[in-house]
């Protein structure tokens, strides 16, 4: 079942019109989100997240759509499927039919789609540059928008090329991310990761990530400029998202990585995602 505004409906039977801005212009957001049958895992960040990017996207906010009412309504969708230890949601927003570049309204309509999640973590894992196209620096770029052709084109590269993923670069040539989630390098005992001016997600397990190493004195973390030269010389990489967490990188180039800091921090993660409320 699908959940349109709070309606659920049979997938074959929810149709979008040929106005809808999403389709016809990227004029939409959505977050996707890891849960149980009945929590909806790091909920608060990916809500804030989400109230953030439409008040930059200059979407109005309904009243209705408060922490709670959003919740209730993935655990509600989520209810309409067969039991699973975790799924997969995706909730979509997008401004509502009619217009063209202006649109008639900022009002919005939602949309979640619930699947299985049966993702596995890799033991090897291998990442290449994409260099075709730049994902440009700016607080753009860090909005999860329906816009994701430069992250469709890299998964496209990756897979002609028998890797597992891809990273992008930006406009000066510096690492942003990779196709589906942060890039973390670690060398002796310092942590960098694109800062968000280099135009990567604001993604919800690389705050965790930070925090985490916040909080470990054997090692600092630094959001910072990388270029592809320093992914090279790394001891380890790893990449997150809201959906595998963490996952160790083993291959870049002709470079193999060690996995144990990528491990413990995979486990951190682990953990936090049953225990925090």
Sequence with gaps: MLNFNGDLLVEENFQLSSKNRGFKYGDALFETIKTTKTK????????????????????????????????????????THNDATFYRVRLNIYRKDGGFYTPITNEVDFLIEVSTLNYQTKSDYSIDLFK???????????????????????????KENGLDNCVLINENKGVVEVANGNIFILTGNVIKTPALTEGCIKGIIRKKVIEIILKNSDYSIEETTISPFEIQKADEVFITNAIIGVQPVTNYKKK?????????????IQILEITTI
């Design 40 to 79: 909806v895992i790091f909920w608060e960040d990916h809500y804030f997240r989400l109230m953030s990017s439409m008040r930059m996207l200059r979407m109005k906010i309904p009243l209705k759509f408060t922490l709670e009412y959003l919740e209730q309504e993935i655990l509600k969708t989520i209810s």
């Design 256 to 268: 193999i990585f060690g996995t144990y800091f990528s491990e413990k921090i995979q486990k951190s």
């Design 132 to 158: 075709d196209f730049y994902n440009y620096s700016g607080l753009l770029s860090t909005v999860k928008t329906t816009n994701r052709m430069l992250n469709t084109l890299a998964s496209i590269y990756a």
